[in-house]
């Protein structure tokens, strides 16, 4: 949190009136749980005083606030969405606020009841993993002045919507470079939905390198899928069934490339020998599968910490640096890629 | 829930009394979210009329409640807090509670400090997954009647603690008996924490088994781990560096079986040629690692589920038919254990 110099002499001037350290004061004004109640409240009053808690702060010291900030997340059975909570969770661990989680089981009926159910339950802010896109979406949230940070969007985001995300048009293009630098020609991708722009930005990436490379486009190359295990099997099998099979798969997240490889192996194919598979996200299922997975990292706990962050500022009252955070995706080397044999070319 | 006859006719009388259904009763009875408002209103009223809400629940109604219940849980880095979670959210979605997850992080001093801050925040009530199980550590929530389900304590429980566990005995028995019925006369076991009766359960099976098959109980073959991979990849090398060798590794999770796995591959071991290895929990996990993990099973999901319904019971002031419900384990074979060559007896 960035201060300025006569926010920072006010806050000095705060603590000596308090009898406190300037640490303290901060903590105060920061929700941060380790002060004892009457100091909190000593230090509380002369912040208001001297106009260093205003709007929606106010309310919250004013203890109009619920306490709660909610998540919503698409399901508890991907490590993806537990990745990101954990990173929620770190940052709202260090604070007196506590963390009520829902899942939308990838419905968006769920989620529209979600954010009816949201208007009764008063909640102090909601970080939102995947949440539908349109911005009219988030009309509830508006009405009850309640903030939010989107994580991973899908379909168009205003850009007054605060979001956070990873660089996943980069993402695929590196992944893809990368298999092409490994002597690769024919490149398959297997997609998540096609309706969320992370997995859209991933396709993107995928055909810049390939036209970077002056490689043809090959539609039959571009596989729906949908980040599951069996859509990763259903198209690998598909793929394989083409007169001429790819020699590389960019699997559009690791879960679905574990479907990859139950289906190579049903075939008795060998990865990285007969395949090359390449994942997205890094999540602990990339390190233990066999062999171990080459895939993008997508920094999901820091995205978590990072839209956490941002939301405790706007809880705060206070303006973000920037409604729009990409954090960096980047290439992890394992053992599920190979240099494609001279005689496969 | 069961409902005696003379309650049903009492709904019944209810329900004609609103001009609604006997299931439309039910629902406001149980908190299901599917019901108009001004229905609720009027069925709630019948009902308190006809004395069918009381104590707790006629608060709850009253709107007194908070709409939260609280999850208390080791952290999001663990697919068994992950699975149970997951059990715990099927149920609370079907209610309008909202469901609070806050982590321990493994630390006991986060744990009180926690329940600290229950006293402060209100909660309807609470799954406390592995907390700690002196009963007077519970009294915060006794004193504020919050009512609360543990799932999988640790120390000694009272028996006036509502619990929910799984046949952990009988696993470790069952997991011990099927590597002995496959010839493996040196068989080792990796252990979770000592603390845990989860833990402890599992190894007191071990023994049993071998007790009953007449073999050796080995005190250099039971190895003190705690449930992390780390655990198990440091007791394997230890195990291997006996002079003689287990030809079988009962691991105390599927996740430290990751580590076993680890430290097998790195002496260029061959699973299950060179030796056996058998998991407990069955986290998907399991059937993703190669090659897939024979384990014991224990039904996470349900246990979250069941102590969550559990305490809805007790939210509702309703009695709970049983204080401590044991889901059963069993064996699930796949890849990871074979008979023992008779050369190697």
Redesign the interface.
Known sequence: MKQSLSKRSTMAEIAAKAGVSIPTVSRVLHHR?DVAPETRKRVEQLLEEHGLIQGRAKKLLRKEHS??V?MLFPG??SMYS??I??GV?EVI?RT?L??????T?HSTE?EQ?WMS?IQK?PSDGAILVLAHGEPRHFDPLHRHNIPFVVVDHGGELGPDTPSVGATNWLGGRTATEYLISLGHRRVAVITGPTTLPCSQDRVAGYRSALETAGLQINPAFICLGDFSPDSGYEQTNALLDLPEPPTAIFAGCDEQA?GVYSALRARGLNIPDDMSVIGFDDVP?AS???PNLTTIRQPLREMGRVATTMLLHLINGEPLDSMRVELTTHLVVRDSCRPLDDAKR
């Open positions: 749980p306490g709660i909610d508890f059975d537990f990745e909570a954990r969770e661990a007196d506590r963390l009520a989680i829902s899942s089981h769920l009841r159910k339950s574990t299922t233990i599968i066999t």
